[in-house]
């Protein structure tokens, strides 16, 4: 009788379920999801951003400054803003705009930021 039950056990853990079966459709909406995730990350590796709009927070990690100096930024027109219900936003392009127009000879200050900027994506989700 055990073993009776364990043959039955075992053939209703293998039955297949309408909801476990994959279609072709799913197959191309998870290739669809996947390519662009892939084209995302290559984007991030040639120094596209991986996200457009920047937060306070993520732009002073990303230059290294405080929030005093980030403020000055925005205060003296150095740096242009958008805000959205109390939050501020920076354009990425803008932010790379700002450096390059600032830019000393030995261009430390751009190197800097592509590199803070990696940095910064690999630590978000």
Known sequence: ????????????RSRLYREQLLTTEDLREFKTELLDEIAKLLLEIKGEPSKKWLKSPEVRELLGISPGTLQNLRVNGTLPYMKVG?????DFDDI?????ENRSQNNLS?????DQ?????????
């Open 1 to 12: 009788m055990s073993v009776e039950n364990s043959t039955l056990s075992g053939a209703a």
């Open 86 to 90: 109390g939050v501020i936003f920076y």
């Open 96 to 100: 790379r705009k700002m450096l390059e």
């Open 110 to 114: 751009l190197n800097l930021f592509q």
């Open 117 to 125: 900027h990696a940095q910064t994506r690999e630590k978000m989700p």
